[in-house]
């Protein structure tokens, strides 16, 4: 996959996951500078603000599902701020959208064991998220429970 290409597959997974939030009538805004946050979410009724980092993943098919691998930046992901970045890890099989895995910052190092296993002085984290036999799999913890889970973004009725 070339760098080019991966800028066409992160926006067009930016677009995918916005317009999940908006059909759950949250409001959705891009900064103007990128500085770790993809799109604010935002709950217009009380000014309620989540910060998403939308990571996407063109997989690769296995005999029993796929191999999806993201790239999270050690820094961000070992930093407590306030609200809280909410991840989406959007995985993209050739002709679908076919997971998105919705995970909070401290949640994710959690399941990656990530200050005991990873904390190395790298710059970027690289996470594979393995699908086999409907069970999502990353670090060998089971993070399925997080797969399409907006519990963090309950519907909105307007």
């Given at each position: 996959?070339?760098?080019?290409?991966?800028?066409?597959?992160?926006?067009?997974?930016?677009?995918?996951?916005?317009?999940?939030?908006?059909?759950?009538?949250?409001?959705?805004?891009?900064?103007?500078?990128?500085?770790?946050?993809?799109?604010?979410?935002?709950?217009?009724?009380?000014?309620?603000?989540?910060?998403?980092?939308?990571?996407?993943?063109?997989?690769?098919?296995?005999?029993?599902?796929?191999?999806?691998?993201?790239?999270?930046?050690?820094?961000?992901?070992?930093?407590?701020?306030?609200?809280?970045?909410?991840?989406?890890?959007?995985?993209?099989?050739?002709?679908?959208?076919?997971?998105?895995?919705?995970?909070?910052?401290?949640?994710?190092?959690?399941?990656?064991?990530f200050t005991e296993t990873m904390g190395d002085g790298?710059?970027?984290?690289?996470?594979?998220?393995?699908?086999?036999?409907?069970?999502?799999?990353?670090?060998?913890?089971?993070?399925?429970?997080?797969?399409?889970?907006?519990?963090?973004?309950?519907?909105?009725?307007?």
């Amino acid at each position: 996959m070339t760098r080019m290409f991966n800028n066409y597959i992160g926006k067009a997974g930016q677009f995918f996951a916005m317009s999940e939030f908006l059909m759950r009538g949250w409001n959705v805004a891009v900064p103007e500078v990128d500085r770790g946050d993809d799109i604010f979410v935002v709950q217009d009724s009380d000014g309620l603000l989540r910060r998403v980092q939308v990571k996407t993943a063109q997989a690769s098919r296995t005999a029993n599902g796929y191999v999806a691998k993201f790239s999270i930046p050690t820094r961000q992901l070992l930093s407590a701020i306030t609200p809280e970045i909410q991840y989406v890890l959007l995985v993209r099989l050739p002709a679908q959208w076919c997971d998105m895995l919705i995970i909070d910052r401290p949640t994710l190092a959690a399941e990656l064991n990530f200050t005991e296993t990873m904390g190395d002085g790298k710059t970027t984290v690289s996470v594979s998220v393995k699908r086999q036999n409907n069970i999502l799999l990353c670090a060998g913890r089971d993070l399925t429970r997080f797969n399409w889970n907006f519990d963090r973004f309950p519907t909105i009725r307007h």
